[in-house]
T-cell receptor, first 115, second 114 residues
Framework: AQSVTQLGSHVSVSEGALVLLRCNYS??????LFWYVQYPNKGLQLLLK??????LVKGINGFEAEFKKSETSFHLTKPSAHMSDAAEYFC?????????????FGTGTQLKVEL | DTAVSQTPKYLVTQMGNDKSIKCEQN?????MYWYKQDSKKFLKIMFS???????INETVPNRFSPKSPDKAHLNLHINSLELGDSAVYFC?????????????FGQGTRLTVV
C-alpha cells in the first residue's frame, strides 16, 4: 500500500525567506506525486506534479519540487515566501497502474508567513 | 465559470436525517470523485465514478450512496446521519482515470450534524 508522510504539521517562515515543505512517500513502485494547496475555506488546487519526466518539477506561483528516488522524497520549495502563500499544503500520490487515479494524501502542512 | 461546483456549500442537519450533496462539472471530464476531509484536515477518497460506472468504493458505511445520472454529475446521498459524519466533503473530477491526471476540486460542502 502507498502512503505519504509530511514532516511538520505547521511551518512558519518570514516573508522573503525560503519555503521548504517536506514529503516522503512509501511505495513498492515509484508513484506519481502531487502537491496541492488549499486556501482557507476553498477547494484544493494543483501546484505541481511528478509523472516521471524531469525530476525537478516547476509549478505555479513560483513553487518547485524535486523527486529523489534514493530518498523517497518529493519536497516542495519556494525561494522567497509571500504573504499570499499562507495556506495548507498537501502532498499526495497515485498508483501508476490500476489505482483509478485515487489520490492518497499526507496529513498536510500549514504554512504561516510572517512579516 | 465554475469548473466543479457543489451545492450546498454549508449544510447543518440533525442526527437521523437524510441529506444529499450535489456536484456538477463542466470540464467534460470522464471521472468524478468524492473525498472526505475530517476535522484534522485529513483527506480520504470515498468513491470514484468513470463514465457513470463505480470504479472506487472505499470502506465507507453503506449509509453513503453515490449516484451518477450522467458523467457530468455525481451526487452523494447520506442516510441516517450521525455526528461522526460531520466533515467537509469535496467533489472532484479528472479527464480520465489515469494516475497522472490532475484532479480539479470543488469548493467543498461543510456538513455539520447536530
Amino acid at each position: 500500500a502507498q502512503s505519504v508522510t509530511q514532516l511538520g504539521s505547521h511551518v512558519s517562515v518570514s516573508e522573503g525567506a525560503l519555503v521548504l515543505l517536506r514529503c516522503n512517500y512509501s511505495s513498492s513502485v515509484p508513484p506519481y506525486l502531487f502537491w496541492y494547496v488549499q486556501y482557507p475555506n476553498k477547494g484544493l488546487q494543483l501546484l505541481l506534479k511528478y509523472t516521471s519526466a524531469a525530476t525537478l518539477v516547476k509549478g505555479i506561483n513560483g513553487f518547485e519540487a524535486e523527486f529523489k528516488k534514493s530518498e523517497t522524497s518529493f519536497h516542495l520549495t519556494k525561494p522567497s515566501a509571500h504573504m499570499s502563500d499562507a495556506a495548507e499544503y498537501f502532498c499526495a500520490v497515485t498508483k501508476r497502474r490500476g489505482g483509478g487515479n485515487k489520490l492518497t494524501f499526507g496529513t498536510g502542512t500549514q504554512l504561516k508567513v510572517e512579516l | 465559470d465554475t469548473a466543479v461546483s457543489q451545492t450546498p456549500k454549508y449544510l447543518v442537519t440533525q442526527m437521523g436525517n437524510d441529506k444529499s450533496i450535489k456536484c456538477e462539472q463542466n470540464l467534460g471530464h470522464d471521472t468524478m470523485y468524492w473525498y472526505k476531509q475530517d476535522s484534522k484536515k485529513f483527506l480520504k477518497i470515498m468513491f470514484s465514478y468513470n463514465n457513470k460506472e463505480l470504479i472506487i468504493n472505499e470502506t465507507v458505511p453503506n449509509r453513503f450512496s453515490p449516484k451518477s445520472p450522467d458523467k457530468a454529475h455525481l451526487n452523494l446521498h447520506i442516510n441516517s446521519l450521525e455526528l461522526g459524519d460531520s466533515a467537509v466533503y469535496f467533489c472532484a473530477s479528472s479527464q480520465d482515470r489515469g494516475g497522472n491526471t490532475e484532479a480539479f476540486f470543488g469548493q467543498g460542502t461543510r456538513l455539520t450534524v447536530v
